[in-house]
Every structure is written in C-alpha cells, then in structure tokens.
Nanobody, 116 residues
Framework: QVQLVESGGGLVQPGGSLRLSCEGS????????MNWYRQGPGMERELVAS????????YDADSVKGRFTISRDNAKNMVYLQMNSLKPEDTAVYYC?????????WGKGTLVTVSS
C-alpha cells in the first residue's frame, strides 16, 4: 500500500526558510519520479517541482524558481523541498505526490504559513 507522509511545515516569517520532507513507502521509491504540489487558500492545486529517478529536477511554478530546491535520497525513500526567501504568497498546503502506473498517490499535506 503506497503511503506518502509529509512533514516540516509551519509558520515562518517572510524571507525565512523551511525544508519539507516526504517519506514514501509501500512501493519501489527509487523507480518513480516524485512531485511536490501546493494548494493555497482559494486556489487550485498546482505543481511546484518534480524530480526524476536520477535526480534531475524541474520547477513548474515560475514563482519558485531560484528559491526552491527539490532533492531526493533514494536510500532513505525521502524527497525534500528546500524553500528559501519565502513570501506570503507561498502560503499553502504542500503535498507530496507520485504517479505510479495510472494511479496518483498523495500525502495528507503539510501546511506552510508565511506571515509576519
């Protein structure tokens, strides 16, 4: 049974940093690309960043380029999202995601609030 568990969210001031973590289990973690999505208040869920099995990263949200870094540790079944220079508009629930075959799997999300 695929499980994704996010952690690391919280309240941070503008300009601050957070590192989100996601642990995958119940599948061969290293064989699948991993994604981070987010959903802000009143917003649709959007893809933030993706990382291939080999560690190549892409950032789909222009607003995070240069500030966010996605990485993975296949030995630990972990994917990370390092978020720097956070802005109030980064406030959202952040979700870890894997597309395995035709099935999308999601974690429950971790809330990031950027506010002074």
């Amino acid at each position: 049974q695929v499980q994704l568990v996010e952690s690391g969210g919280g309240l941070v001031q503008p300009g601050g940093s957070l590192r989100l973590s996601c642990e995958g289990s119940g599948y061969s973690f290293s064989r699948y690309a991993m994604n981070w999505y987010r959903q802000g208040p009143g917003m649709e869920r959007e893809l933030v960043a993706s990382i291939t099995t080999a560690g190549r990263s892409t950032y789909d949200a222009d607003s995070v380029k240069g500030r966010f870094t996605i990485s993975r540790d296949n030995a630990k079944n972990m994917v990370y999202l390092q978020m720097n220079s956070l802005k109030p508009e980064d406030t959202a629930v952040y979700y870890c995601n894997v597309l395995k075959g035709s099935e999308d799997y999601w974690g429950k999300g971790t809330l990031v609030t950027v506010s002074s």
